[in-house]
């Protein structure tokens, strides 16, 4: 009784402060929390559920979201591990900092070709990063004005909390804002689905997503190729949307958390990656990681 009414007075008194409370199986090692970038999604529920069968004495939690929407919750310590499919930004490690006390650890698991769908049936074949800007900036209105039907571009992409929305806003439409006719969706597949049923629509999101609809060809201005978001091409970055996806964590990973993000970039898990349908890391990324 004595021992219990300690639990409590300890567990309040830790509330009060403000410091997150881990339950008892997290204590032993057992339990650990996922959440973030739904890009990230469908391959940190892969790698936990192979990763629990090798280690059936552990839990892994796995949610979406967004981006924003996990760092947050890393911010605020209610979640072990952030998924994100953009980098964190200056002002959010600041706040990592400032609120739990110790960096923020970035780790790169897995490469993606942030690829550009359009309807099976529609002829354009290729984009330039300009025309792309055109595109979703409002500019370019109908297929005609990029060299396709004299048909209306209709557009699809991601919710604000999304990484995939921040990343194409920033490296495609170089920071300008999306047209107000933007439909936004909250997840990539959501786009994918509302694209495959309208052959004018026009989205973006991961390479994993691609089925039933086609991924054009990226060009990075009218003096370079158009490219594919193939492996070969975003392991070197030729791909001009090619982009890292992160987890990250309050501080250096420690216990069983180390051995879960140890075995994410070991051959093992970087084959998962593979399976799932996004790029595994280039060997010098994981030699580079491999030194820290």
Request: glycine share 10%; hydrophobic share 40%; with cysteine.
């Amino acid at each position: 009784m004595k021992k219990a009414l300690m639990i409590l007075m300890i567990c309040s008194l830790c509330i009060l402060a403000g410091t997150t409370v881990y339950s008892p199986a997290y204590a032993q090692g057992r339990s650990i929390t996922i959440k973030g970038s739904d890009t990230l999604v469908i391959l940190g529920q892969r790698w936990a559920e192979i990763y629990m069968k090798r280690n059936p004495d552990m839990k892994i939690q796995v949610t979406g979201g967004g981006s924003g929407v996990g760092i947050a919750a890393l911010i605020n310590g209610t979640t072990d591990i952030a998924e994100a499919s953009r980098p964190m930004k200056d002002a959010e490690k600041n706040q990592l900092q400032q609120k739990r006390g110790v960096p923020a650890f970035e780790l790169p698991v897995a490469l993606d070709g942030l690829a550009v769908y359009v309807h099976d049936k529609n002829p354009i074949q290729e984009l330039s990063l300009e025309q792309l800007k055109r595109i979703y900036t409002g500019a370019a209105k109908s297929w005609k004005d990029v060299g396709g039907r004299d048909e209306r571009i209709i557009l699809y992409g991601r919710e604000n909390s999304s990484g995939t929305y921040a990343y194409f806003k920033e490296h495609v439409l170089e920071d300008a804002d999306y047209y107000p006719t933007t439909q936004t969706l909250p997840g990539t597949a959501a786009v994918i689905n509302a694209v495959a049923k309208d052959a004018r629509g026009i989205g973006y999101g991961g390479i994993a997503y691609l089925k039933g609809v086609k991924a054009i060809k990226v060009k990075k201005d009218d003096k370079t190729p158009a490219v594919e978001p193939t492996l070969e091409n975003v392991q070197k970055n030729i791909y001009p949307i090619s982009r890292f996806l992160f987890w990250y964590l309050a501080g250096q990973p420690k216990d069983q958390i180390k051995k879960l993000t140890d075995w994410v970039v070991s051959p093992e898990g970087q084959a998962v990656v593979n399976d799932v349908g996004y790029y595994p890391l280039s060997p010098d990324t994981l030699a580079k990681l491999g030194k820290r």
